[in-house]
């Protein structure tokens, strides 16, 4: 019996202390602060800016390819890296929309547009919305008409797609 009382009085000392060696543990560990590791333990970037170049290519993961139907296609483009990712892959796909506001010097690129995708029949085929600059799209052949709408304004384009050939539609608002 006395050791069923020193096991509970071990016990309950034991949780009344579980919540002070919790922020001890939580707050006071030695290099829980960039200012309080030694010089050549600290990272060369600060945690808060974006890290080197050869960092973040290891984070970064390739667009995933979404499906609709028979429609392949992946949307983004958002920055250097990804821009030239996606120029790249153009030949891949056999459709490739740009999305850019117009009459700008330096012709900044637009993401958040409302795309459409419709057959011959007037059939819908794709319908999404761009996550960037860029949609790439494999379509069945055949001859489409692509709806895209930024800002208000809607941009209609026809484009007949073939076997082996990628096409590249140009919308600029």
Known sequence: MK???IAALVGLSAAAALPAWA???RYDRPY???YDRPADDRPSYRPYDRPPADVYQGMRTDPV??????VTFITGGVGRDEAEAFRA???RYML???FARANVPRGDFLANVD???TDTRGQPVL???SQGPFLLANLPAGQYTVRAASEGRVQTRTVTVSPGRSQHLAFTW
């Open 65 to 70: 390819e979404r499906h609709q139907g028979a």
């Open 32 to 34: 829980d602060r960039p």
């Open 3 to 5: 050791l069923v009382h």
């Open 89 to 91: 892959a153009l030949p």
């Open 127 to 129: 319908q999404t919305v």
């Open 115 to 117: 795309v459409s995708v």
């Open 96 to 98: 490739g929309m740009e």
């Open 23 to 25: 922020q001890v543990d």
